[in-house]
């Protein structure tokens, strides 16, 4: 019985993961063509994003991206709670979607992986835009911890007309933390 109920269980997860593997982004979004990965590793801090509960009550929010020898990103992600006064840090792995230069599947919990979607890159790589597999997700992500407001006005912009729900954006907090 134990093993029956294990490979049901293993089932039900390994065809969750290949479902969510095998998504796409929203159509209204396509992902930029060409992503030079080495440029885009390093720090980026969030400014602008959906709720959702792994970032909540987190400022000074960042995602750091190293480039591993077999192709894949190791991902840092950190911010602090603001409620429980603590840093808090998740790490992931993501690989790249065969056929789609900047496309992602991330995996912080194996088997379960999320869409990651570079939308929009600026020319210098100062900021990017990133969508995953349904309007739940968006992030404004920049070099710098204060971007100007023109250029968080033009994503907004784009956002809604992509079809996001801007009134939910959140901007991310960052400056000084109290410890």
Known sequence: ?????????????????????????????KPIENLDAERYMGTWYSILRLPHRFEKDLDNVTAEYRLNEDGTIHVTNKGYNRTSGEWKTATAT???VPGMEA?????????????????????????????????DYFWL??????????????VTARAYAWGYDIDQFYRVKHGPVDE
């Open 94 to 96: 993501a690989k790249p």
């Open 103 to 135: 496309g992602f599947r991330v995996t912080f919990f194996w088997p379960f992986n999320g869409g990651y979607y570079v939308a929009e890159l600026g020319s210098n790589y100062e900021y990017a835009v990133v969508v995953s597999d349904s309007k």
């Open 141 to 154: 992500l920049s070099r710098s911890p204060r971007p100007s407001q023109g250029l968080i006005d033009e």
């Open 1 to 29: 019985m134990k093993k029956l109920l294990l490979l049901i269980i293993v089932i039900v997860a390994a065809g969750w993961a290949y479902i969510h593997y095998s998504s796409q982004p929203d159509p209204a979004v």
